[in-house]
Structures are given as structure tokens and as C-alpha cells.
């Protein structure tokens, strides 16, 4: 049994570097931080599966616990398709990263000041967060959530560039949100998506641009 449960790891292990690793951690922790100590301090709602999930939550009584899973579920699932199996674990190892640092983070005081009074400054410093921690989680071919996946999975069948693909849906979920949110604080959602949206993509590009030349070392040699 012992020899079997081994094999099952080495398989699920398999092509998963120690640095990917790492800097799966790393990208978890920054852009968990951000949301917690900025944009739920402040109330800067979210785009993509976030802000649908608080969407259906303020129209139907239904519950985050079960929103939330069956989103996510949906748009790994449609990534599966075009991404592949390694892309799938690498992002259940980011999201149990995130869930770990929310876990860490609500346990401590928060370590930044409210921004509550300057939602400009909130906006941009919290795109900046989370453009940086999800930027490294692409980096590596994962995604940190579901509207990750989904916006992978339209650069990729698409081919638009990756910020192209996060401002789609992060818009059309705001746009809806106007439905219960004062246009003032979806104007500065927008800043934020923006910012970190601009970021996982310059972040992400340096990824394919790496490894077109990892590819023509290859050929080369």
C-alpha cells in the first residue's frame, strides 16, 4: 500500500519544481495581504469571480460557501480543456497557499494604515498588491482563483494579451454590480482591476518571453 501511495505522489509531482513552488508561496502571500489589508478594509469591490459571487450573494440567498466552489469549479474545469493537468495543480497549490495566508493574515492586527479615507491611494496601492502576487502565480502557469483560469483560458483560445482578457471579465462583473453599488466606488474598481491587471500581464509576458528562450536554447544545443 506504502509503495502505492508513493507512486500516486511521484505522479502528482511530477514536472513541479521546488522554486515553483516557492514563488507560488510568495505570490499567494503578496497579493492575499493586499486584498485583506486594503480592499476589504476599504471596501473595494473585486471584478471577476469575487465580485460575481458578491453579486448572486446581495440578489439570492444563497450562500458564498456554495457560490464561490461551484464558480471556481466551473472555470477550471473549461481550463482543463486548453490548459492541461500540470496548470490544474500548480493553481490547487496556489489557492490552498491563498486560503492558508486569509487564514494567517485575519489572525493579525492589520499591518497597514485605512485607506478607507483615500480610496485613489487604496485603489491603486491594492491593484499594485495584487497585480504583483497573482503576476507571480502566472508566471509559474498557474492561476491564484477561477477568474485566473478563466482569463488564461481566453488569452489562450483568443490569443489576446492577458490583461485584455482580465479587464473583460472584471468589467462585465462590474458593470453588473452597478445594480446594488454606487457608480463612485465601481470607478475606483476599475482603477484597481486596471492597475493589476497591467501588471499580471507585464509579469506573465516576461514568463513567454522566458521561455521562447529556454526553447531556442533547446533547439540550439
Known sequence: MKPR???????????????TILLLLLGAMICSFGIHNIHQRTNITEGGIIGLMLL???????????????????????????LGIKFIKLSIIATLFI???YKIWEQLPPML?????????AAISGGIFVGIGIGL???????GSGDDALALTISHTLRWKLSHSYLLTDIIVLILCLTYIPVTRII???ITVTVSSCLIDWIGQN????????DNSALLS
Do not use: M
Open 207 to 214: 514568463r513567454e518571453q522566458n521561455d521562447k528562450i529556454s
Open 137 to 143: 502565480i502566472v508566471r509559474q502557469g498557474a492561476s
Open 99 to 101: 486560503s492558508g495566508f
Open 56 to 82: 448572486i450573494e446581495h440578489w439570492l440567498p444563497i450562500s458564498p460557501a456554495y457560490i464561490t466552489p461551484l464558480l471556481d469549479i466551473a472555470c477550471y474545469g473549461l481550463a482543463f480543456r486548453f
Open 113 to 121: 494604515p485605512d485607506l478607507s479615507s483615500h480610496p485613489l491611494i
Open 5 to 19: 501511495k508513493i507512486t500516486l505522489w511521484k505522479k502528482a509531482a511530477e514536472g513541479i519544481k521546488l522554486k
Open 188 to 190: 475606483f474598481s476599475l
